[in-house]
């Protein structure tokens, strides 16, 4: 079974996000960038099923600047076998990255196709459901446990209520939430073997799509900054306070 | 989508991570400083590249943060036991031990034929230095493993070769080194174990062996002793000194575990400390049955063991140099929450407290523990770019540079790391005498330092009694040529001029010292030269690491003095200011030094033991 798993390229969770002075988007000069830390959850669930014989073969892939092959690399170094990187330097909104991955689906033909549920950096959440429907395949979103039976996956899904699982025929899409796994780390070996292996680099017009961003920023603020607490009394000054000041109750 | 909260640190200790080393600096001293990337030329690195060196670099961040820094106060409060039959670690410190072997990290720096990486030396300092950041008791078996597979590997015969290093490579054994006895330690001409040959070819070992660093454990199957003996019939003193492989259980063919040998362990030694490695002694022939296996030749041993002295030497700085740092972000940490007192001129008692970073005299103590770590650290990844250029580029240069620099590069950061370590308990003031703090007990592990692997004192008559006149002197001048490159460069910036200024009066004292002193041991005064080694150590140790400091200022000033970004201005801006603490507040104690060095001062010297 081939397994598709898709990586992207963000600022590092470490890093403390910086404005640009124009308020017109977070300053990445010179800013350390990393995998989307869902992505590496996803190659790691992608990693495991290989390792218990149920994947043959993971291809990753990612989007973006030609810095973005670090990333896929990185997830070569992890056990993927090769990767594909789709490079542009445009920004790539939800709908243009599922169209993207679409075109890679449709060229490889995975069995199941494995996203982080969202990137760190935008925090949509869009583009594994999106491409679940523009490639007509069922979806299993915020996963906490994976299962393939067979032609099926099981999918255990984090909702508000508790656990759902769900069964999907396969081919199948699955985003993975946090508790999905803990991703390992590469073994040096691993790392030099990483270079090794095949990386193909295809720009959005070999796969047939035409970017075409639907959404306009019009302005980039840091959140306003937490004003400091107050120590309480009893009880009934915080339900107080809860209701007549924060107005939550 | 309340998930898009939740801190990726309790997944990787990232809130924690900063503690351990500064990732900007580290990185900063990597690929500005010292040009990691650049090594890609040498043709036994050209595999290499920088997002490689990152990744393994990221790879040591994980093991140290994830395996070996959440048992760092329980291996201290839980030191290792012996029931008279075995030893008993903790279980965490054989899982740690797991993911160093699992990492590659073992056998890093040996060729790909050979099962290793060739892992640039520099890039393999960087990681220990995640790891004895993290955890230096638990690091120390690793080290000991790799040293003692690097002297096997070196001067082993090719079925010694094939015996131990595949299992000292994979983690299967652990290494020591065993030269110290109960009544031998710094003048190992004395030493008393001996060796007897028998009809097989080998040796039957005699005698006991005192403060060997995982000298037993249970961690691993089993420990390969390298021991320093003195064969039947050899001469006396340092020439007649013989290297054997001992191992704990003797080997059958195709690596099974034979007989136990006859090395058992007389006790555990309860430290100051490194707590969790066991301090052993060791009794070699007990039964009359301790196997050993000649090292190369026969009385060469201790020749051998310098091999691996000289690399553990830099491993001492470094641990010395990385226990300062911890102690220093974790004073800073503290002081930057901490709110205690008001500015003098301040008289509203009523007014907010100021968080003690903001009192002059604790940014004095951060200041100088700043200074004495990023400079130590410096100091050893110099180290490690010297063994570079000599192994992988075959500068025989850099080698002479290093055998000048190794006494230095061992003390100055054992000497100033503990006073860091001394300035973070006082930062913290009650709270850093505690042991619910961690900061005491970087103070006890790193006062280990100036002791183990040659103590201070015998580093100071190495450097001035031999290193310094090696090669002619030849040690020196590329030493002055390294730092004149860098004072021509610094002093065309404006903001460093007068600290280069300052800097090449204090060089000149350290040139005029030194040649005094040459002088007066050509002249048969070498004993009261001597007598003053300590100062000497200590005053190279300074202009070295004050020759860093300015690397650092140049180097930071290029990099940065063009971005934008504030943390770059004020990665910039603390780097000048160290520079200039160094340079104004800790170089002008030379001077003092050389007053007493150049008299020959004989205080010390002439002192007698019944006037105490």
């Given at each position: 079974?081939?397994?598709?798993?898709?990586?992207?390229?963000?600022?590092?969770?470490?890093?403390?996000?910086?404005?640009?002075?124009?308020?017109?988007?977070?300053?990445?000069?010179?800013?350390?960038?990393?995998?989307?830390?869902?992505?590496?959850?996803?190659?790691?669930?992608?990693?495991?099923?290989?390792?218990?014989?149920?994947?043959?073969?993971?291809?990753?892939?990612?989007?973006?600047?030609?810095?973005?092959?670090?990333?896929?690399?990185?997830?070569?170094?992890?056990?993927?076998?090769?990767?594909?990187?789709?490079?542009?330097?445009?920004?790539?909104?939800?709908?243009?990255?599922?169209?993207?991955?679409?075109?890679?689906?449709?060229?490889?033909?995975?069995?199941?196709?494995?996203?982080?549920?969202?990137?760190?950096?935008?925090?949509?959440?869009?583009?594994?459901?999106?491409?679940?429907?523009?490639?007509?395949?069922?979806?299993?979103?915020?996963?906490?446990?994976?299962?393939?039976?067979?032609?099926?996956?099981?999918?255990?899904?984090?909702?508000?209520?508790?656990?759902?699982?769900?069964?999907?025929?396969?081919?199948?899409?699955?985003?993975?939430?946090?508790?999905?796994?803990?991703?390992?780390?590469?073994?040096?070996?691993?790392?030099?073997?990483?270079?090794?292996?095949?990386?193909?680099?295809?720009?959005?017009?070999?796969?047939?799509?035409?970017?075409?961003?639907?959404?306009?920023?019009?302005?980039?603020?840091?959140?306003?900054?937490?004003?400091?607490?107050?120590?309480?009394?009893?009880?009934?000054?915080?339900?107080?306070?809860?209701?007549?000041?924060?107005?939550?109750? | 989508?309340?998930?898009?909260?939740?801190?990726?640190?309790?997944?990787?200790?990232?809130?924690?991570?900063?503690?351990?080393?500064?990732?900007?600096?580290?990185?900063?001293?990597?690929?500005?400083?010292?040009?990691?990337?650049?090594?890609?030329?040498?043709?036994?690195?050209?595999?290499?590249?920088?997002?490689?060196?990152?990744?393994?670099?990221?790879?040591?961040?994980?093991?140290?943060?994830?395996?070996?820094?959440?048992?760092?106060?329980?291996?201290?409060?839980?030191?290792?036991?012996?029931?008279?039959?075995?030893?008993?670690?903790?279980?965490?410190?054989?899982?740690?031990?797991?993911?160093?072997?699992?990492?590659?990290?073992?056998?890093?720096?040996?060729?790909?034929?050979?099962?290793?990486?060739?892992?640039?030396?520099?890039?393999?300092?960087?990681?220990?230095?995640?790891?004895?950041?993290?955890?230096?008791?638990?690091?120390?078996?690793?080290?000991?493993?790799?040293?003692?597979?690097?002297?096997?590997?070196?001067?082993?015969?090719?079925?010694?070769?094939?015996?131990?290093?595949?299992?000292?490579?994979?983690?299967?054994?652990?290494?020591?080194?065993?030269?110290?006895?109960?009544?031998?330690?710094?003048?190992?001409?004395?030493?008393?174990?001996?060796?007897?040959?028998?009809?097989?070819?080998?040796?039957?070992?005699?005698?006991?062996?005192?403060?060997?660093?995982?000298?037993?454990?249970?961690?691993?199957?089993?420990?390969?002793?390298?021991?320093?003996?003195?064969?039947?019939?050899?001469?006396?003193?340092?020439?007649?000194?013989?290297?054997?492989?001992?191992?704990?259980?003797?080997?059958?063919?195709?690596?099974?575990?034979?007989?136990?040998?006859?090395?058992?362990?007389?006790?555990?030694?309860?430290?100051?400390?490194?707590?969790?490695?066991?301090?052993?002694?060791?009794?070699?022939?007990?039964?009359?049955?301790?196997?050993?296996?000649?090292?190369?030749?026969?009385?060469?041993?201790?020749?051998?063991?310098?091999?691996?002295?000289?690399?553990?030497?830099?491993?001492?700085?470094?641990?010395?140099?990385?226990?300062?740092?911890?102690?220093?972000?974790?004073?800073?940490?503290?002081?930057?929450?901490?709110?205690?007192?008001?500015?003098?001129?301040?008289?509203?008692?009523?007014?907010?407290?100021?968080?003690?970073?903001?009192?002059?005299?604790?940014?004095?103590?951060?200041?100088?523990?700043?200074?004495?770590?990023?400079?130590?650290?410096?100091?050893?990844?110099?180290?490690?770019?010297?063994?570079?250029?000599?192994?992988?580029?075959?500068?025989?240069e850099?080698?002479i540079l290093?055998d000048l620099l190794?006494?230095?590069?061992?003390?100055?950061?054992?000497?100033?790391?503990?006073?860091?370590?001394?300035?973070?308990?006082?930062?913290?003031?009650?709270?850093?005498?505690?042991?619910?703090?961690?900061?005491?007990?970087?103070?006890?592990?790193?006062?280990?330092?100036?002791?183990?692997?040659?103590?201070?004192?015998?580093?100071?008559?190495?450097l001035l009694g031999r290193k310094l006149w090696q090669h002619q002197g030849r040690g020196q001048q590329l030493l002055l040529g390294r730092?004149?490159?860098?004072?021509?460069?610094?002093?065309?910036?404006?903001?460093?001029?007068?600290?280069?200024?300052?800097?090449?009066?204090?060089?000149?004292?350290l040139i005029n010292t030194t040649l005094i002193l040459g002088q007066?041991m050509q002249?048969?005064?070498?004993?009261?030269?001597?007598?003053?080694?300590?100062?000497y150590?200590?005053?190279m140790?300074?202009?070295?690491?004050?020759?860093?400091?300015?690397?650092?200022?140049?180097?930071?000033?290029?990099?940065?003095?063009?971005?934008?970004?504030?943390?770059?201005?004020?990665?910039?801006?603390?780097?000048?200011?160290?520079?200039?603490?160094?340079?104004?507040?800790?170089?002008?104690?030379?001077?003092?030094?050389?007053?007493?060095?150049?008299?020959?001062?004989?205080?010390?010297?002439?002192?007698?033991?019944?006037?105490?």
């Amino acid at each position: 079974m081939k397994v598709l798993v898709a990586v992207k390229r963000v600022i590092d969770y470490n890093v403390k996000v910086r404005v640009k002075a124009d308020n017109t988007g977070v300053d990445l000069t010179n800013v350390k960038m990393a995998m989307n830390p869902f992505c590496e959850i996803a190659v790691e669930e992608a990693v495991r099923l290989k390792e218990k014989g149920v994947a043959t073969e993971i291809v990753v892939v990612s989007i973006g600047p030609k810095t973005s092959q670090e990333q896929i690399r990185t997830a070569l170094a992890l056990g993927a076998d090769r990767g594909i990187q789709i490079e542009t330097d445009e920004e790539v909104q939800s709908l243009d990255a599922a169209k993207l991955l679409k075109a890679v689906v449709d060229k490889e033909q995975p069995q199941l196709v494995i996203l982080g549920k969202q990137s760190i950096d935008s925090d949509n959440n869009q583009t594994g459901q999106m491409l679940a429907a523009l490639a007509g395949m069922g979806q299993g979103t915020f996963a906490s446990e994976v299962v393939v039976d067979g032609d099926k996956v099981n999918v255990t899904r984090e909702v508000d209520g508790g656990l759902v699982t769900v069964g999907l025929k396969l081919p199948a899409v699955v985003t993975t939430d946090l508790r999905l796994n803990e991703p390992r780390y590469a073994s040096l070996p691993n790392i030099m073997k990483a270079k090794k292996k095949p990386l193909e680099s295809v720009s959005p017009a070999d796969l047939g799509v035409t970017l075409s961003p639907r959404l306009t920023t019009l302005k980039v603020e840091e959140p306003p900054k937490r004003a400091g607490g107050i120590k309480v009394g009893s009880v009934s000054e915080l339900v107080e306070k809860l209701k007549n000041e924060a107005k939550v109750i | 989508m309340s998930d898009t909260g939740f801190h990726f640190s309790e997944r990787q200790g990232a809130a924690v991570m900063s503690k351990l080393i500064n990732t900007k600096d580290l990185e900063f001293l990597l690929y500005h400083v010292f040009d990691a990337a650049q090594l890609a030329e040498f043709p036994r690195y050209a595999d290499y590249d920088r997002t490689s060196f990152d990744g393994i670099l990221g790879t040591a961040a994980r093991i140290a943060t994830d395996y070996l820094l959440p048992h760092n106060a329980k291996a201290d409060a839980q030191e290792p036991v012996f029931d008279g039959q075995r030893v008993e670690t903790l279980p965490e410190v054989k899982i740690a031990w797991k993911h160093f072997a699992a990492s590659g990290l073992l056998a890093a720096r040996h060729g790909i034929d050979e099962g290793g990486m060739q892992l640039p030396s520099l890039i393999h300092m960087a990681c220990n230095a995640w790891f004895v950041s993290a955890n230096p008791s638990t690091a120390a078996y690793p080290f000991l493993t790799s040293a003692a597979a690097n002297v096997i590997h070196a001067f082993g015969s090719q079925s010694q070769k094939q015996t131990f290093l595949p299992h000292l490579f994979s983690g299967r054994f652990a290494g020591t080194m065993a030269l110290t006895e109960p009544d031998v330690g710094s003048s190992l001409g004395d030493l008393t174990t001996r060796a007897i040959l028998t009809e097989d070819g080998s040796y039957r070992i005699k005698g006991q062996k005192m403060y060997i660093s995982g000298g037993d454990q249970d961690i691993t199957e089993n420990i390969v002793h390298l021991v320093l003996a003195r064969i039947q019939g050899a001469p006396e003193g340092v020439k007649g000194i013989s290297l054997f492989i001992v191992p704990k259980f003797r080997m059958q063919a195709d690596g099974v575990l034979g007989e136990r040998n006859d090395v058992q362990l007389a006790g555990l030694l309860h430290k100051m400390g490194y707590r969790g490695t066991t301090s052993t002694v060791l009794t070699f022939g007990e039964q009359g049955d301790c196997h050993g296996y000649l090292l190369g030749e026969p009385n060469k041993g201790l020749m051998y063991m310098f091999k691996m002295m000289n690399e553990a030497r830099i491993g001492v700085g470094l641990g010395a140099a990385m226990i300062g740092y911890r102690g220093y972000l974790e004073s800073l940490d503290y002081a930057r929450q901490r709110p205690q007192g008001r500015s003098p001129t301040e008289k509203n008692p009523h007014s907010k407290p100021l968080n003690i970073i903001e009192h002059a005299d604790v940014k004095r103590m951060l200041l100088a523990q700043k200074c004495y770590a990023e400079g130590s650290l410096a100091l050893c990844l110099l180290a490690a770019r010297l063994v570079d250029e000599q192994e992988a580029g075959g500068n025989q240069e850099s080698g002479i540079l290093l055998d000048l620099l190794t006494p230095v590069v061992k003390s100055y950061p054992s000497f100033y790391g503990p006073r860091a370590n001394d300035l973070a308990i006082q930062v913290l003031g009650g709270a850093g005498y505690t042991r619910e703090y961690p900061v005491e007990q970087c103070y006890r592990d790193n006062r280990l330092n100036p002791i183990h692997e040659g103590t201070h004192g015998i580093q100071s008559l190495d450097l001035l009694g031999r290193k310094l006149w090696q090669h002619q002197g030849r040690g020196q001048q590329l030493l002055l040529g390294r730092i004149e490159a860098t004072l021509k460069s610094a002093q065309t910036k404006t903001v460093l001029a007068l600290w280069v200024a300052e800097y090449r009066i204090h060089l000149k004292t350290l040139i005029n010292t030194t040649l005094i002193l040459g002088q007066a041991m050509q002249n048969g005064q070498a004993d009261a030269v001597l007598a003053n080694s300590a100062l000497y150590l200590d005053m190279m140790g300074k202009l070295v690491v004050g020759w860093l400091w300015l690397e650092m200022a140049d180097k930071a000033q290029t990099t940065f003095a063009d971005s934008p970004a504030p943390d770059d201005q004020n990665f910039l801006a603390g780097k000048l200011q160290a520079a200039r603490y160094f340079i104004g507040w800790e170089l002008p104690e030379v001077e003092l030094l050389a007053q007493r060095l150049q008299g020959l001062d004989g205080t010390c010297r002439e002192m007698q033991p019944d006037w105490f």
